[in-house]
T-cell receptor, first 111, second 113 residues
Framework: NAGVTQTPKFQVLKTGQSMTLQCAQD?????MSWYRQDPGMGLRLIHY???????DQGEVPNGYNVSRSTTEDFPLRLLSAAPSQTSVYFC??????????FGSGTRLTVV | GQQLNQSPQSMFIQEGEDVSMNCTSS?????WLWYKQDPGEGPVLLIA?????ELTSNGRLTAQFGITRKDSFLNISASIPSDVGIYFC?????????????FGKGTKLSVKP
């Protein structure tokens, strides 16, 4: 039981490049979310999903896409990376009653 | 949107002291959660509160769900060096936007041995 697995752990992108941050969970959780963490800002919700085939926008969705084709996976796509997207990204999953389990994060730098 | 005000922003305490931090919201929540984040890691759930007025303990940690449903506090008794980290409160309303877990900005705790 690995919990929530995020890959890669570190990534450097050039402005304008695209990439996908991977997230997988093996706990059969219906709810999955992506957050970004910036100094002094806490964790801000980017996108979330309440089940396979269902996604919705969070607080800061611009510049990011998500899809949920399976219960286990919830990838986050950066369409055209910008320096403002330099951040630490966390994926989390839950059964739905509040207690989210977080991955260990992806540290992204856009130059 | 909903916002959580978490205080204090940071604390410097001596080992053995008790710690108290709190969170207030402009709107009500069904669930209050407290997380701890160690450097380079994701947040880890410490305590979950599901009912107004609920008081729950986890070892040296005690948290309460305010009766107005707009606030929560976390106490740590007899602090030790491994308590160092950032503590986050989070509010959640399941039944509406199910993924909408709102976080406070965190309390950074430093413990002097």
């Amino acid at each position: 039981n690995a919990g929530v697995t995020q890959t890669p752990k570190f990534q450097v992108l050039k402005t304008g490049q695209s990439m996908t941050l991977q997230c997988a969970q093996d706990m059969n959780h219906e709810y999955m979310s992506w957050y970004r963490q910036d100094p002094g800002m806490g964790l801000r919700l980017i996108h979330y999903s309440v089940g396979a085939g269902i996604t919705d926008q969070g607080e800061v969705p611009n510049g990011y896409n998500v899809s949920r084709s399976t219960t286990e996976d919830f990838p986050l796509r950066l369409l055209s990376a910008a320096p403002s997207q330099t951040s630490v990204y966390f994926c989390a999953s839950s059964l739905g009653t509040g207690g989210y389990t977080f991955g260990s994060g992806t540290r992204l730098t856009v130059v | 949107g909903q916002q959580l005000n978490q205080s204090p922003q940071s604390m410097f305490i001596q080992e053995g002291e008790d710690v108290s931090m709190n969170c207030t919201s402009s709107s009500i929540f069904n669930t209050w959660l407290w997380y701890k984040q160690d450097p380079g890691e994701g947040p880890v759930l410490l305590i979950a509160l599901y009912k107004a007025g609920e008081l729950t303990s986890n070892g040296r940690l005690t948290a309460q769900f305010g009766i107005t449903r707009k606030d929560s506090f976390l106490n740590i008794s007899a602090s030790i060096p491994s308590d160092v980290g950032i503590y986050f409160c989070a509010g959640h309303n399941y039944g509406g936007s199910q993924g909408n877990l709102i976080f406070g900005k965190g309390t950074k705790l430093s413990v002097k041995p």
